[in-house]
């Protein structure tokens, strides 16, 4: 009985060890992406006002929901606030390479990406990103007077390594919900497009390929071909007791003969002009003009009385 009690307790034990690691698991699909403390004349939320933002952003190729997570934000050691993303909002589902903005703005009844913290640019800012289990999968410290009104710290490019102050300049602008980098043009094809202005590389590359295509093609099919005879043949030799090749051979063992194929070739060259009859679907019936016709005769209607 004590070593049940003790084997049951054991098992318990192991158990609440696997959940516990797994939910220690993080998601490390979403990162924070760019924030901005103080907001003058940037962007505005749904109600038209102008409030601090922070941007998620979803880097894998996945979609990664963000219900049940949390952002934390703290400008004093010691008075963290955390705002929890509520559970139920479709909205919460990010698709990927896309971006999620919470607006800092005290105001968590005006819906679910609006917190219920604000943020000071004039001490240093301490953002948090922590998933369902509550483990920190990504943080930023801005420092004091690092950024300027309209101003935003973000990625040089989404979900790099590398951070800067946005909106300084006009090569450097602030991107809420969009690609903190914003490509302007194909960098590989303007290279080919320099050394290759005639399009005469581009040609001959298109032709290769095709013309590779159709040799491969060739080879296959005719490999494929060849096996096909030798097997009909082996199966044709098996069947007559045939031994020798040459002998198979001469007799054109497992080949269709000529007159096959043509009978083939000509029926495909009907179906394809049409030559054949199509209303296959069609009932005709042909009147035969006959002075008598046996199934419409009346003398098989009459009743036949019993000789006597």
């Not at 400008?75 to 955390?82: E, K, L, P």
């Not at 009147?287 to 000789?307: A, G, N």
């Amino acid at each position: 009985m004590n070593k049940t009690k003790i084997g049951l307790l054991l098992s318990l034990a192991l158990m609440l060890g696997l959940t516990s690691c797994g939910e220690q698991k993080s998601n490390t699909k979403l990162v924070l992406n760019e924030v901005l403390i103080e907001n003058e004349s940037n962007f505005q939320d749904d109600y038209g006002v102008h409030s601090a933002w922070i941007e998620v952003f979803n880097k894998s190729y996945t979609s990664a929901d963000l219900a049940g997570y949390q952002i934390r934000m703290s400008n004093q050691q010691g008075d963290t606030v955390t705002y929890s993303i509520p559970k139920g909002d479709v909205l919460t589902l990010v698709k990927p390479r896309q971006h999620a903005l919470f607006w800092a703005d005290g105001q968590p009844n005006r819906g679910t990406f609006h917190t219920n913290f604000i943020m000071n640019g004039s001490t240093d800012t301490w953002v948090g990103l922590y998933d369902s289990g509550k483990k920190l999968i990504d943080q930023i410290v801005i420092s004091a007077n690092t950024l300027q009104a309209n101003q935003s710290y973000a990625r040089v490019s989404d979900a790099s390594e590398e951070w800067e102050v946005k909106g300084a300049d006009e090569n450097k602008y602030v991107t809420p919900s969009t690609n903190n980098k914003t490509l302007s043009g194909n960098a590989k094809m303007e290279k080919f497009q320099s050394h290759d202005s005639a399009g005469v590389g581009m040609s001959i590359t298109a032709m290769g390929v095709v013309f590779t295509g159709l040799l491969v093609l060739y080879i296959s099919f005719r490999f494929i071909g060849k096996a096909s005879v030798a097997m009909s043949r082996r199966r044709a030799m098996k069947s007559k007791d045939i031994t020798c090749k040459e002998e198979a051979k001469e007799k054109k063992l497992g080949e269709a003969p000529g007159e096959v194929i043509a009978a083939i070739s000509m029926a495909m060259h009907e179906m394809q002009n049409d030559v054949h009859d199509v209303e296959d679907t069609v009932l005709t019936i042909t009147r035969v003009k006959r002075t008598y016709s046996p199934w419409s005769s009346k003398i098989y209607t009459l009743r036949e009385l019993p000789k006597k």
